[in-house]
């Protein structure tokens, strides 16, 4: 049931590397190179090193008052929306990017939704003077456009993707297909738990950063090593995975995962995959797919650019199909209002992604005594306009 993979990147029936040919050796190459580059001592060192002196780490973790009494227990947010680039995405690029320079690759691509991980890699491509060029649909350059000017800012190409819906899982798949017409030079910098081995590995191991430090800054604030409750959203799965990674065999803790409900899950605009999906690949991977009966892959719709994936990596849908993890489906009206609420209860505007993991609080039953951590996942600045564009559905905090 844990965070391991087997040898050929399964996790249960989940997981696995089904790529066209052409990609068949780059890939086989980084399975081959990923242990042992971040096994290394070197390794280990450098990205500590800029964790600390670059990222802004330890991240910290907060003890949310006025959302404690309001939801009963004692809430502490771990706040990676605190670190460099304003989201967690940069623990994972500043480990590939050490890992392109040790496999001797010079050019750089990376997908991207919501911008967050697109920004995190222009950001490491700048600081080791490496090319980068990122994929975005064309509906997210328009929604998330502060985001697509700061990676052209630290010097990336912006390539807007015109296929499909024109979001995440269209980015995937130009990048996909860039990586096939350039398999020498260029590495793939992957930004979520999916895709095909090993990279759900590489990007849950970069992340368990996260859980790492909630074990011993609750130890320091509340005089134990582990909470009650866990939460984090769920869109491909890097935030979760690195807030659950050090306690997915601890039965002791409980874990709630949010994904992107859209309008519901018993409608056609929806990105619930694990409410939704059914068995079948995606990007590479097997996993939970949002599919029509003959196999195509369904569009996936969230007011949220970076859940907006029709999969889910296979370590969660492993989870999941287990019943280690609890998945609530979040609807577009209940984050907004989520993001409203933190806002104006404790001053912190969150990402959407994130604000999908405070509306799941609504959800839960706890006594005083619980503790729980939820992992502000990035911060809202990118998001303020679609805030506001939405407040309606805010509610009361919504009232101007």
């Known amino acids: 049931m844990g965070n391991q993979p087997d040898e050929n990147g399964f996790y249960g029936s989940f997981g696995g590397a089904y790529v066209p040919e052409i990609l068949y050796k780059c890939v086989t ?3 081959q190179a990923y242990l042992p580059i971040i096994e290394s001592e070197s390794f280990k060192k450098e990205y500590h090193q800029l964790l600390k002196d670059y990222v802004g780490r330890p991240s910290p973790l907060y003890h949310a008052r006025r959302m ?3 939801y009963g227990c004692r809430l502490y947010l771990k706040r990676e929306d605190l670190n460099h680039t304003g989201a967690h995405k940069i623990n994972n690029t ?10 001797g690759k010079t050019r750089v691509i990376a997908e991207t939704g919501a911008g967050q991980h697109g920004v995190a890699t222009a950001t490491v491509c700048a600081l080791m003077g490496m090319q980068c060029e990122i994929f975005m649909g064309a509906t997210d350059v328009e929604r998330q456009h502060v985001n697509v000017e700061r990676m052209r800012m630290l010097g990336a190409t912006v390539h807007p993707v015109t296929t499909g819906n024109m ?3 269209d980015a995937c798949s130009q990048a996909i297909r860039d990586w096939c017409s350039h398999p020498q030079d260029t590495f793939y910098i992957v930004g979520s738990t999916m895709g095909p081995h090993p990279y759900p590995d590489i990007v849950a191991r970069m992340q368990s950063v996260i859980s790492e430090e909630i074990k ?3 130890q320091e604030q509340v005089g134990r090593d582990y909470p009650d409750y866990l939460v984090a959203c769920v869109g491909g799965g890097s935030n979760a995975a690195g807030t659950i990674y050090h306690y997915i065999e601890d039965e002791r803790v409980g874990i ?7 309008h519901g899950i018993d409608t056609d605009y929806t990105a619930a995959t694990m409410h939704c999906g059914t068995e079948g690949i995606i990007h590479g991977s097997r996993t939970l797919v949002m599919q029509t009966d003959d196999g195509q892959i369904k569009e996936a719709f969230t ?5 907006d994936y029709p999969g889910i990596g296979p370590m969660h849908a492993q989870l999941a199909r287990s019943g280690r993890t609890n998945i609530l489906a979040i609807n577009d009206d209940e984050a907004i209002y989520a993001g409203y609420e933190l806002t104006r209860m404790e001053g912190i505007i969150p990402a959407i992604e994130s604000a999908h993991a405070v509306a799941a609080l609504a959800k839960m039953k706890f006594e005083p005594d619980d503790v729980v951590v939820l992992t502000v996942s990035g911060r809202g600045d990118k998001d303020v306009e679609t805030f506001l564009k939405n407040k309606a559905l805010a509610g009361e905090y919504g009232e101007f």
């Open 29 to 31: 190459d980084l399975q």
């Open 68 to 70: 404690s009494e309001k």
């Open 94 to 103: 500043i480990g590939q990017i050490l890992m392109a320079r040790q496999m």
């Open 167 to 169: 979001t995440l899982s």
């Open 216 to 218: 011993w800054q609750l």
């Open 256 to 262: 709630y995962l949010a994904e992107a409900g859209g």
């Open 303 to 307: 007011i949220s650019a970076g859940l």
